[in-house]
């Protein structure tokens, strides 16, 4: 194992010496602190421009505090004594022969140990008054004596090459952020987010309950910024320095777990030494997580030389990744990590572009909670029943099957293209562009609705219908992003589900019992059916044909305009109760919902097939049923065959529903309590896709006044 300090670089035999660290205690007056950082700079600044600047900084100051405060009110969080960490973390029977074969590698920091009473720190004799940078120095200190330190079990270890940067004034590259320090992989190329181990964090005053709300915010955001950077994360480690206290915290999906080591500086000036022995007890206890592999310790990959080359072995229910540069068919070569919103906690998914068997492919690890079905498992299901629309899977599995009640996933498939939003956003803005992409438009339409339809039938359900998850790739287009979907057990084909359960080690029926029990809103605000927005939670398959509708409608709107004129996304920033009697109100007006999606222009095809989408959502024996979909807990809309085959189209419909369907449907019709009565022959009830899931609700229609749409 090699191990280095960045600031000093010492060599592996020798240690930092300890003059140097009493003269940067004796020049405390001196060193520029990190909180004082952004005044300073106004400092500088030229009279005439200190106020805007001030005003500046203030305001800074001021989102920089309210976005740590939203971070730490998501965040559930418990100490845990160090026991249950190391069981916690899987390290227990590591710690065991750790303690058992390194007894007294810390014995060279007996005599260097600081105290550290009331607000002045001693060492060698000398005193200053307590900075947090000298924190971080006496924990550089360690650092590099415990590098240089050769002992039978240390020299064993494996090679990862971690090097320590002290950032109390400077901030993590490409970032504002300026932790206390960082622990960097040494064989990178460089010092960046990609390359961070686990982080420092340093508070002069001791925070005896655990981090406060302050303290636990900068270091939830400093952690945010590694998840967002490194798709290979279990958890992110940040060592936090306080007073005379060191505490491990982990910030895993579930939120944070915080475990005190004890006191790595001496309080007392008694000559007993009793506090140096707790300090070096306590050092010892840290030096076991400073020593962890990255793929114990963090990660569930080897990435101390990056995390380029991967190779995916094993069955969808136990998969094992290695960092493997030999060129082979099965490698996985990384070529892009794909920017998006990668949360402190809870569920979180990663998009990368990857070439693989010699053609570009798309990646893609999934953190849910372990009560979820997998994501691997729907596109399993849906592939053996040939449904529209899906990508080809080449691999899937479980990598992480349990860590805090998280499970992370992978997926490799074909590349998909690009998302109807970026499409649509590029192509948009072309001169003479309108028709083709009125043509898109139209077979996204098709396209998802049978994907979406089929899907129904065999007792899958979407749930996430946006523009981010419909692609385009050479005119093919994709439903992707099938991770709040939603299995329907009691539809599905006994034999299909006995085989998914065998191949993934899931219950889909216990699965679907916790779904429905626990079922909440899931979906992008924006593009939510009416129903979902006001919290009615028992969907169907029309809940997702409704957001194939505000979908085609958002990315029409972007056609002619410019980014900045584009701008009925801002609806999805308003409360899901206004936002569901907006849209009830832009659906009550046949002729204009176009232009209240700020929609401008339409071919006349594309609009005959958008009022034949909006009359089988919103009309039923001709009268407007918005109010009853602001209530109603059930949703009894159906479709006949008439109104489809417009949608679909011939090929399509059929597909949908083949012949031997139609005919099974026409004999099961008597049966009232499976079929819902209708005005019109040969009637395909596509609620029926669900039935065993959700019952009918009977009831009058009845026209609705404009008024009483926005009426709560």
Same mark, same amino acid.
């Given at each position: 194992?090699?191990? *280095?300090? *960045?600031?000093?670089?010492?060599?592996?035999?020798?240690?930092?010496?300890? #003059?140097?660290?009493?003269?940067?205690?004796?020049?405390?007056? *001196?060193?520029?602190?990190?909180?004082?950082?952004?005044?300073?700079?106004?400092? @500088?600044?030229?009279? @005439?421009?200190? @106020?805007?600047?001030?005003?500046?900084?203030?305001?800074?100051?001021?989102? $920089?505090?309210?976005?740590?405060?939203?971070?730490?009110? %998501?965040?559930?969080?418990?100490?845990?004594?160090?026991?249950?960490?190391? /069981?916690?973390?899987?390290?227990?029977?590591?710690?065991?022969?750790?303690?058992?074969?390194?007894?007294? /590698?810390?014995?060279?920091?007996?005599?260097?140990?600081?105290?550290?009473?009331?607000?002045? $720190?001693?060492?060698?004799? +000398?005193?200053?008054?307590?900075?947090?940078?000298?924190?971080?120095?006496?924990?550089?200190?360690?650092f590099t004596h415990m590098m240089g330190v050769r002992h039978e079990y240390l020299d064993a270890q494996p090679d990862h090459g971690y090097v320590l940067k002290k950032l109390e004034t400077k901030s993590m590259s490409g970032t504002a952020a300026k932790p206390d320090g960082a622990v960097y992989y040494s064989d990178y190329l460089n010092t960046k987010l990609d390359s961070i181990h686990m982080l420092i964090e340093a508070k002069i005053r001791e925070h005896i309950n655990g981090p406060n709300d302050d303290a636990l915010g900068q270091m939830a955001d400093y952690a945010q910024l590694v998840w967002q950077n490194q798709p290979t994360r279990t958890f992110v480690p940040v060592v936090f320095l306080h007073g005379v206290w060191v505490d491990l915290v982990i910030f895993a999906r579930c939120g944070y777990r915080y475990a005190r080591l004890g006191q790595y500086i001496s309080n007392s000036e008694d000559s007993s030494n009793r506090s140096t022995k707790i300090a070096l007890k306590t050092i010892h206890r840290l030096w076991f997580f400073m020593i962890q592999p990255p793929e114990r310790f963090g990660h569930f990959v080897c990435v101390s030389q990056g995390w380029k080359y991967l190779r995916f072995e094993g069955s969808r229910s136990n998969t094992t990744v290695e960092y493997n540069t030999d060129i082979s068919s099965d490698r996985v070569d990384i070529k892009k990590l794909f920017k998006r919103d990668v949360p402190i906690s809870r569920r979180a998914a990663y998009v990368l572009g990857v070439n693989y068997r010699g053609g570009k492919a798309v990646l893609k690890l999934s953190w849910a909670p372990v009560e979820r079905q997998p994501e691997g498992a729907l596109y399993d299901i849906l592939a053996r029943e040939k449904i529209e629309c899906l990508p080809e899977v080449y691999r899937s599995g479980i990598i992480v099957r349990d860590f805090l009640g998280y499970r992370?996933?992978?997926?490799?498939?074909?590349? &998909?293209?690009? %998302?109807?939003?970026?499409?649509?956003?590029? &192509?948009?803005?072309?001169?003479?562009?309108?028709?083709? $992409?009125?043509?898109?438009?139209?077979?996204?339409?098709?396209?998802?609705?049978?994907? $979406?339809? #089929?899907?129904?039938?065999?007792?899958?359900?979407?749930r996430d219908v946006s523009t981010g998850n419909i692609t385009i790739r050479e005119g093919k287009v994709f439903l992707i992003d099938w991770g709040f979907g939603k299995v329907v057990s009691s539809t599905l084909d006994e034999r299909i589900k006995q085989e998914i359960n065998s191949a993934w080690e899931i219950d889909l029926d216990k699965i679907t019992h916790?779904?429905?029990?626990?079922?909440?809103?899931?979906?992008?605000?924006?593009?939510?059916?009416?129903?979902?927005?006001?919290?009615l939670t028992s969907r169907s398959v029309f809940d997702d044909i409704e957001s194939i509708l505000y979908v085609v409608l958002v990315v029409l709107s972007h056609i002619g305009l410019s980014k900045s004129e584009a701008n009925v996304s801002e609806m999805g920033k308003v409360s899901h109760r206004h936002q569901a009697y907006w849209k009830t109100g832009c659906m009550l007006d046949g002729d204009n919902y176009l232009s209240s999606f700020g929609v401008s222009k339409c071919s006349d095809s594309l609009r005959c097939l958008l009022d034949d989408l909006r009359r089988m959502l919103f009309v039923q024996e001709g009268k407007f049923i918005g109010k009853k979909l602001l209530s &109603?807990?059930?949703?009894?809309?159906?479709?006949?065959?008439? @109104?489809? +085959? +417009?949608?679909?189209?011939?090929?399509?419909?059929?597909? &949908?529903?083949?012949?031997?369907?139609?005919? %099974? %449907?026409?004999?099961?019709?008597?049966?009232?309590?499976?079929?819902?009565?209708?005005?019109?022959?040969?009637?395909?009830?596509?609620?029926?896709?669900?039935?065993?899931?959700?019952? +009918?609700?009977?009831g009058n229609q009845e026209n609705l006044d404009p008024d009483d749409v926005f009426s709560p």
């Open positions: 194992m090699t191990l *280095s300090n *960045s600031e000093w670089s010492p060599s592996r035999n020798s240690a930092q010496p300890v #003059q140097d660290l009493v003269e940067s205690f004796a020049n405390a007056q *001196s060193h520029p602190t990190a909180q004082s950082n952004s005044f300073m700079e106004y400092k @500088a600044t030229p009279n @005439a421009n200190r @106020a805007g600047e001030l005003t500046r900084l203030m305001e800074n100051e001021k989102e $920089l505090k309210n976005r740590r405060h939203k971070l730490v009110s %998501s965040l559930s969080g418990e100490e845990v004594d160090f026991r249950e960490l190391l /069981i916690d973390l899987n390290l227990e029977e590591q710690y065991t022969e750790y303690t058992r074969r390194s007894v007294g /590698i810390c014995d060279g920091l007996r005599d260097r140990i600081p105290k550290l009473i009331g607000d002045e $720190l001693f060492i060698e004799g +000398k005193k200053s008054a307590a900075k947090e940078w000298m924190l971080t120095n006496w924990f550089s200190e360690i992370l996933e992978y997926i490799l498939m074909e590349d &998909c293209g690009e %998302s109807l939003h970026t499409f649509f956003s590029r &192509c948009g803005q072309m001169a003479n562009r309108e028709s083709f $992409l009125y043509d898109c438009a139209s077979n996204v339409i098709k396209n998802v609705c049978a994907c $979406l339809l #089929q899907a129904a039938k065999v007792g899958v359900f979407h916790n779904e429905d029990a626990r079922d909440n809103v899931t979906g992008t605000v924006l593009f939510m059916s009416i129903r979902v927005l006001m919290g &109603c807990k059930f949703d009894d809309r159906m479709a006949n065959e008439g @109104a489809l +085959k +417009k949608i679909l189209g011939n090929v399509l419909y059929v597909k &949908c529903f083949p012949v031997s369907d139609l005919a %099974s %449907s026409n004999a099961e019709g008597s049966n009232a309590s499976r079929k819902r009565k209708s005005e019109t022959e040969d009637v395909t009830d596509t609620d029926n896709i669900n039935a065993s899931k959700m019952p +009918k609700t009977q």
